[in-house]
């Protein structure tokens, strides 16, 4: 494959010189995941975005200030660009790519799972464990976080 004389940059085309080290991404754009539909839910604040896997990603409109002041008709009134991995909103100036979605998908589950497990270990452990490491953090024998 030719490099660009431009550091970082490839000139061919083809779509197996183009792979991505990002996990994301290579989800997207060589396992084909695309968005299929979107339901807006004003009234919950919500976007229900379909994926062709069937799974439903729920996006908190909230977090888009366009969005969030958006009309009902105006949420309405979006379309599906760049081949399936982003959503627009063309008179709200709103492109919102799946790749974003992807990432706070993952974010929110993972701070589902650590709030959970902070949750379920009494205060005071958690104080006395901080006091003990100086902060840093310990493992017991099976490498797993005290």
């Known amino acids: 494959m030719a490099n660009s004389s431009k550091l970082g940059t490839r000139t061919s085309v083809r779509k197996s010189d183009l792979r991505s080290d990002d996990p994301l991404d290579q989800l997207i754009h ?20 379909m994926l062709n896997t069937g799974m439903p990603l729920m996006v908190h409109t909230k977090h888009f200030p366009r969005l969030a002041k958006a009309s009902a008709a105006q949420l309405g009134n ?6 399936g991995t982003a959503i627009g909103w063309e008179k709200l100036d709103e492109h919102l790519s799946l790749k974003g979605f992807l990432m706070t998908e993952v974010r929110n589950e993972l701070m589902e799972r650590l709030q959970a497990q902070l ?3 009494p205060v005071r452990q958690r104080a006395s464990a901080s006091k003990r490491s100086g902060g840093r953090l310990e493992r017991n024998s099976k490498g797993a976080i005290k």
């Open 30 to 49: 060589e396992g084909g995941l695309r968005i299929t539909d979107v339901e807006p839910l004003p009234h919950q604040g919500l976007l229900v975005v």
């Open 78 to 83: 979006w379309e599906i660009i760049a081949d």
């Open 119 to 121: 949750a379920q270990r």
